[in-house]
């Protein structure tokens, strides 16, 4: 009978191992990124998890045939760790004998080895599945790996648990029109916009709750800032003093993600140039506010004074950045009537609400706020906006029988990432993206 | 301007805090869980996220009122950190102060207090956002929180990177009937059986990754094993030297759940009883001789030589824990004609293929292989199968341009979760399980 008992360790190398082998022979492998053929020697650059390693063959010294070697292939090669200042990480190998584990049957449709591609955004993301093998374009999706792990390791350290809520259910929890339907077994369903409804009756189990997962919006927008699909980082929490706990637990997570950026994913942040942002004071402003001093810096009238308009926000992130050198900004006490039902009013004055968006370089990340925890002050909202209880009876049921004081946030995932990398369209921060005209690859 | 510089430290404190605080004033919330009246003393149970903490209010000593307090209603409490070994945790806090954050309209409907409610699992899951808040009940979803955080950080620790992809698409990864259509801005779409086409062309961009997510069956089962939307537990790795590497790295896994369970979920473990499983050393048997070994010890004719039974999966079970002392096992070598497409088969006899499942306590809890890399060899399995490339081509884009020998599998969270905690009903271990019936809360 065999038996397993644990990882197989390799005998092949990753990079970070290296560095201990200089002058030793050792195994390697990857794919084939880039081949130099300089005449008698050739450089094979090996594209690796953790970046690339150069080979180089010196076909006067032994006998591997260099055309047995394509760009796309996958090898295993064996030979000596040499240092070499010019290579990447100052590391090469003096391959001896190489094994072809795999070949491509086609050359690559667009330059993946090159530093950019310069390809239009619709031919990178038609050709994901291989643009993606570009060193760059891999990059943001391990920065984006790390604001995930870093949402979750900060909130477990909190007393948060994490939660897995479904994402078929007989009705949406904010309402609207920008519901996807579908069929259920012969009953109507929908796929759930947000994990709002779920995340606040989990609060009166575990007080503290976080969810990683997707949600889905129907929206008609074909901007470069909306997605039909996205992966919404929402978390929830009771015993709140205010919604201030819940900017401050926000500020918390970004500050740990910055920290986990430079400590572990210091490569990737080299490789995109990214200038991390200035997480240790964030500032916080009311909606009404905000809008005044825009007007008044800029110049600009006030149009309608319920709503934020993405050209006031990116103004609000400039005024922000300029008087306080600040990346983010807390924009609080938004309108009701720009609210869900279950926003807590302020109760100072109730055309505003306990809520606050938070905007990164002038763009919303994250929305949030207070709910209402009393079971008849909720009933009262719901008839108050003409809404309907029905569909929501187990909502309420977690209301009836008792609630905490709360309230939690969700950040888009894919908007963070774009912003943080520097990029201007979510596309690009999104491994296989859903809009209005894309539902491949 | 006010900043948020970070996490606001609370005066209350945490179950975990009190023990410093022996013979000082503290303050403290939660929800009250049961009230004990002894007459002239009443001991109040608060639930915390921690578990359970005592309060004692001895009318004689102090003006509260005990009729002010309600089971199911928030409150904050003052008073004195005492020893009580009687207490759960071996503390109690003195009641001198309490203040009502909220109450309840209606008390509960079931008792949620009692260590075993004995309600019937359909008025369990009909109520669950009240349910779920019994001692036992919530535990099951720490143990799940484990499985998953124990799932990724492993995966971290091995090179592995996470990614998130698409769940509606155009076309479902393994074909069949079992998928759920949908109507995406006029153009049929589907929801992700699994993250297969897409972890497996992700392997051509990280070597290795992982996805943690919801999947999507409409399977018309109506089992204690079937849920039609679960949280699949998937991970991929290239450059294997062969199927056993992805069984070694899944043992890896299961270690590290559990000696993380150990160390930071004892308290979960306790309330459960859970006797933690033995992960050491996992057998691996053939799947034809599993059929084989068990139709001898225990008289059983084989019926079909080509599918393993729920029950044969039980006696497989029995087997090696009447054997071995195994809690798991792999059976490996499934027939081809019972894996998908893609499944690499075993050159040594077509018949079968590189493949395994893992079976724990004589249950199915992953199902995993080797992929077919090699582009030509795709094409032919395909024709052969009598499919078409229709709606694959994105999918065939990465093996056209080269993909390194690789493997993966996907875990079931419910099934494995209901495993360790000794359940016999998938549906025990989902927040808010989706079946056939089954659409709600």
């Known amino acids: 009978m065999e038996f397993m008992t644990g990882v197989n360790q390799k005998e092949v190398k990753e990079i970070s191992d290296l560095a201990v082998y200089l002058g030793e022979k050792v195994k390697v492998n990857g794919?084939?990124?880039?081949?130099?053929?300089?005449?008698?020697v050739v450089f094979v650059i090996l594209r690796k998890?953790?970046?690339?390693?150069?080979?180089?063959?010196?076909?006067?010294v032994n006998k591997i045939d260099k055309h047995s070697l394509k760009e796309g292939a996958a090898i295993e090669a064996f030979g000596m760790v040499t240092e070499n200042e010019k290579a990447p990480n100052g590391i090469e190998i003096s391959m001896e004998e190489v094994i072809i584990l795999s070949e491509p049957a086609e050359p690559m449709p667009v330059p993946i080895n090159k530093w950019k591609m310069n390809i239009a955004l619709e031919t990178n993301l038609n050709l994901r599945p291989v643009t993606l093998r570009n060193i760059r374009e891999r990059a943001k999706f391990r920065i984006q790996e790390a604001i995930v792990r870093g949402f979750r390791d900060f909130l477990y350290e909190n007393g948060f648990t994490e939660i897995h809520t479904p994402k078929i259910s007989s009705k949406g929890a904010e309402g609207g029109a920008n519901i996807f339907k579908m069929d259920y077994f012969h009953k109507p369903a929908v796929l759930a916009q947000s994990p709002q409804f779920y995340k606040q009756m989990m609060v009166g189990i575990f007080d503290r709750v976080f969810e990683t997962g997707p949600v889905f919006r129907a929206e008609k927008h074909n901007t470069k800032r909306h997605l039909n699909e996205y992966t919404s980082l929402d978390f929830e929490m009771g015993y709140i003093d205010g919604f201030e706990d819940l900017m401050?637990?926000?500020?918390?997570?970004?500050?740990?993600?910055v920290a986990l950026l430079k400590k572990e994913y210091s490569r990737e942040v080299e490789i995109l140039k990214i200038k991390l942002p200035n997480t240790e004071r964030i500032p916080c402003v009311r909606f009404d506010e905000a809008?005044?001093?825009?007007?008044?810096?800029y110049n600009r009238t006030i149009r309608n004074p319920y709503d934020l308009e993405p050209d006031e926000?990116?103004?609000?992130?400039?005024?922000?950045?300029?008087?306080?050198?600040?990346?983010?900004?807390?924009?609080?006490?938004?309108?009701?009537?720009?609210?869900?039902?279950y926003a807590m009013d302020d109760p100072e004055d109730t055309t505003y609400t306990l809520s606050f968006d938070c905007l990164f370089h002038g763009m919303e990340i994250t929305t949030g706020g207070q709910r209402i925890h009393d079971y008849h002050m909720l009933l009262e909202k719901i008839e108050k906006r003409g809404m309907t209880e029905e569909g929501m009876e187990h909502y309420l049921l977690a209301f009836k029988h008792g609630m905490p004081p709360h309230g939690g946030l969700g950040i888009g995932l894919e908007r963070l990432t774009m912003r943080l990398v520097g990029e201007d369209n979510v596309r690009e921060t999104t491994l296989f993206p859903r809009d209005l005209n894309r539902l491949e690859p």
Chains 1, 2 share one sequence.
């Not at 998890?49 to 006067?60: A, C, T, W």
């Not at 926000?250 to 993600?257: H, R």
Request: net charge negative; charged share 30%.
């Open 31 to 40: 794919t084939i990124h880039t081949i130099r053929d300089m005449g008698t």
């Open 49 to 60: 998890r953790e970046g690339l390693l150069q080979l180089v063959l010196d076909e006067s």
């Open 248 to 257: 401050a637990m926000e500020t918390g997570v970004l500050q740990y993600i």
């Open 291 to 297: 809008k005044k001093l825009i007007s008044e810096k």
């Open 313 to 341: 926000e990116v103004l609000i992130g400039q005024y922000f950045k300029e008087e306080f050198d600040a990346d983010f900004v807390f924009v609080t006490h938004y309108p009701s009537k720009k609210r869900p039902f």
